[in-house]
């Protein structure tokens, strides 16, 4: 677990695993924080309740903690309470022991607590749907319930939850293609012991519920070993995912669903085996059944080499047909080189209605290797750490007589040759040249898409949080007209932030995502554009104005050869959201959202009011 904290008091807390070495924000914890600024600085005091943190009852392993302190003004100087190496698997590896807990500990593991979280929702709505005008005004109550009997157990529940304040996804463009891409939860009860679950997409992906209406779930860690069990029923008008080779199918679920979910896991000395059940029962009949192991290995040698290697397997039964998936990797760590190596084989009948499964009936290849060469001097630019980058990346069919798809048939094949560098303001930059070639269905040509693709990342002042963009450029494939033609996928990030007057503090994110293919005609073919513009304004360290303005917009046009029909979409979305937080667990918060679909005439404008009181 984390928290970070600024001058203004304001924090944000998550969990950092250490599988995949990523932040996660969504979980909530009962962490406060004061902040004094004083003539020669200023003074920071934590609390952190030992009382609701997870651990292990006896046995477990020696408390640690890492401190990190972000100096902005000073090109970006990032301050630890511990040396780090670039080579190493995990930012938890450098966390360092802190002594005499013992007594602490012996008398917070004991220690229970029952949380009733009542919350209280009401809301107006109005709009316009194909011509026809609608108002409607409702109240609801739902009821979140945790509970620690001890250190080691937790249990969870939720009814009738309302996700109506929770911030809309960020737009992300898949360009001309027809593969589904994941989207990050943000849900609170389904971040909840993230950290047991420790599974890839495939086998568990939270977003797959889209409306619950009741939810369970127990925890329990122990020093070598942990499991966590979930059930939760799901109301229909959900989304549905069918991987295909060459495309992701999507369906309207048109019932209720109960959506299930075993995990236990083994700890042992730099080894961790796994098992999974999974089951996702449609009412009236019908489901999805999963079975899974894996298994984690880390070592360091006498070399300090570092590596790691993960299996995992599943079987899935969905209908009467059976499916199976292995995943494998292997990673290579040193001074001087990181090198992954991966294969993924997904049957044709493998499905996991609680996984993100986007294609399925394939053998996936990635190798990268890079070389690390330290720091360099380039025409005067002192860079920090230099990497040189080669990619091997390979998609190829499995054969499915069911659905008449060859076998070994290549759908995607990447070679890119590149460097990485990182500098100083926190400025990284990587570019890859892409000898690229592309399939779009069963039996089309090998599209030769190579293309030049770069990266820059930087923090160049202290009013500037992060700087960042992402473009290829050259050939691109339209996977709906089986044609190459110029185009890109261009990505820019842009984060400030500004102290106010009275000690308010606003903070600005912006994003802006175009992918485009161009015809034979001097215009895009196909193009998706979309741009989102949040601002959150923090009044205190307990209320804060969140304001988010969002549009996405696509189109296809002639191209000039396949004379495919022409389509216009277009997405309006407009919100502001205040809350106010008395303690964890006691906050109000009155939010506006108007969106539209101008083009059609569709628009919905809603009102919501929301208090949540903790017991």
């Not at 194909?130 to 005004?137: E, I, L, S, V």
């Not at 690229?436 to 990266?455: I, N, P, Y």
Request: net charge neutral; aromatic share 8%; charged share 25%.
């Amino acid at each position: 677990q984390f928290v970070r904290v600024n001058l203004a008091g304001v924090l944000s807390d998550g969990l950092h695993r250490a599988d995949d070495d990523e932040s996660d924000l969504g979980p909530d914890f009962p962490i406060d924080a004061s902040v004094q600024q004083l003539p020669d600085g200023y003074s920071m005091e934590v609390r952190w309740p030992l009382s609701n943190l997870r651990f292990p009852y006896t046995g477990g392993k020696d408390w640690q903690v890492l401190v990190e302190r972000s100096v902005p003004h000073a090109d970006g100087l990032l301050l630890v309470s511990a040396p780090l190496r670039t080579d190493a698997l995990s930012h938890l590896s450098f966390l360092r022991e802190v002594g005499g807990m013992d007594a602490t500990v012996a008398a917070v593991r004991d220690r229970r607590f029952l949380e009733l979280r009542p919350e209280l929702t009401v809301r107006g709505d109005r709009g316009k749907t194909d011509g026809a005008r609608h108002r409607t005004q409702a109240a609801e109550l739902g009821l979140e319930i945790n509970a620690r009997p001890r250190a080691d157990w937790v249990f969870n529940a939720t009814i009738n939850p309302d996700y109506s304040q929770v911030e809309v996804d960020q737009p992300v463009s898949q360009g001309a293609g027809n593969i589904a891409m994941s989207l990050p939860e943000k849900r609170g009860f389904f971040l909840e012991s993230a950290d047991v679950l420790g599974l890839p997409l495939p086998a568990f992906y939270s977003r797959t519920v889209s409306n619950p209406s009741w939810g369970l779930r127990a925890t329990w860690r122990a020093a070598s070993a942990d499991a966590t069990a979930m059930s939760l029923r799901d109301q229909e008008g959900g989304l549905v995912l069918r991987g295909r080779a060459y495309e992701t199918l999507e369906t309207i679920q048109e019932r209720p669903t109960r959506a299930s979910l075993l995990r236990m896991r083994w700890h042992g000395e730099g080894l961790l085996l796994g098992a999974l059940a999974s089951q996702r029962k449609v009412a009236g009949g019908g489901g999805n059944d999963v079975l899974g192991l894996d298994m984690q290995w880390r070592g360091t040698g006498k070399d300090g080499v570092q590596r790691q290697a993960i299996v995992t397997a599943m079987h899935s039964r969905t209908d009467g047909r059976d499916g199976a998936y292995l995943h494998g990797k292997y990673i290579h760590s040193s001074e001087s080189w990181w090198n992954e190596a991966m294969i993924e084989a997904i049957g044709p009948g493998f499905v996991n209605d609680n996984g993100f499964v986007p294609q399925a009936g394939i053998v996936k290849l990635d190798a990268e290797i890079n070389r690390v060469l330290g720091q360099r001097s380039v025409a005067g630019l002192e860079l920090y750490e230099f990497e040189l980058h080669f990619g091997l990346h390979e998609i190829r069919t499995l054969h499915d007589r069911t659905l008449g798809q060859p076998g070994n048939e290549v759908v995607e094949r990447k070679l890119r040759p590149g460097i990485w560098f990182a500098a100083g303001r926190q400025t990284e930059f990587w570019t890859q040249l892409g000898f690229d070639r592309q399939r779009a269905r069963t039996g089309g040509k090998l599209h030769d898409t190579r293309a030049l693709h770069f990266g820059v990342e930087t923090t160049p002042y202290p009013w500037v949080t992060r700087i960042a963009g992402e473009v290829p450029l050259a050939r691109q494939l339209d996977v709906d007209t089986d044609r190459v033609g110029p185009g890109g996928n261009v990505t820019l990030d842009a984060g400030l932030r500004f102290p106010l007057v009275r000690g308010w503090a606003l903070e600005l994110d912006h994003h802006v995502n175009r992918a485009w293919v161009r015809g034979t005609l001097g215009q895009p073919a196909f193009a998706d554009t979309s741009w989102r513009w949040l601002a959150m304004l923090h009044l205190t360290p307990r209320d804060s104005l969140r304001l988010l303005a969002q549009n996405t917009w696509s189109a296809r046009r002639d191209d000039g050869v396949t004379q495919l029909e022409a389509w216009n979409e277009r997405q309006v979305h407009r919100s502001f959201l205040y809350r106010y937080l008395w303690r964890h667990g006691r906050s109000v918060s009155a939010g506006y959202v108007d969106e539209k679909m101008p083009l059609v005439g569709n628009r919905s404008k809603s009102l919501t009011f929301k208090l949540q009181w903790e017991i």
